[in-house]
């Protein structure tokens, strides 16, 4: 069973910033694919950001200028890091690991973003 490990959730103020990290086994890391993505209370699961092995990165158009997603290949992490939040990106965000081979999820972390 492949294991993700994300950290980094928590409450903030808007405007204020955090950041996500989700570390994997090696094996895992190396040939995949990694992502988040986040589910807000009522509604469907949707993507905020990928990145490919080689460092191509994807970001949805509610969070580009204001995210950034990252890899850390020597400690098998990504990261995402948020910047300027607002109410609307409050969510339980999850990683993913995605390969030809397989697919998987972490147990999400929650982002609140209140005043």
């Known amino acids: 069973q492949v294991q993700l490990v994300e950290s980094g959730g928590g409450l903030v103020q808007p405007g204020g910033s955090l950041r996500l990290s989700c570390a994997t086994s090696?094996?895992?890391?190396?040939?995949?694919?990694m992502g988040w993505y986040r589910q807000a209370p009522g509604k469907q699961r949707e993507l905020v950001a990928t990145?490919?092995?080689?460092?191509?990165?994807n970001y949805a158009d509610s969070v580009k200028g204001r995210f950034t997603i990252s890899r850390d290949n020597a400690k098998n992490t990504v990261y995402l890091q948020m910047n300027s939040l607002k109410p609307e990106d409050t969510a339980v965000y999850y990683c993913?690991?995605?390969?030809?081979?397989?697919?998987?999820w972490g147990q999400g972390t929650q982002v609140t973003v209140s005043s």
């Open positions: 993913n690991v995605h390969n030809p081979w397989s697919d998987y």
């Open positions: 090696r094996s895992i890391f190396s040939i995949s694919a």
């Open positions: 990145i490919t092995r080689d460092g191509r990165t």
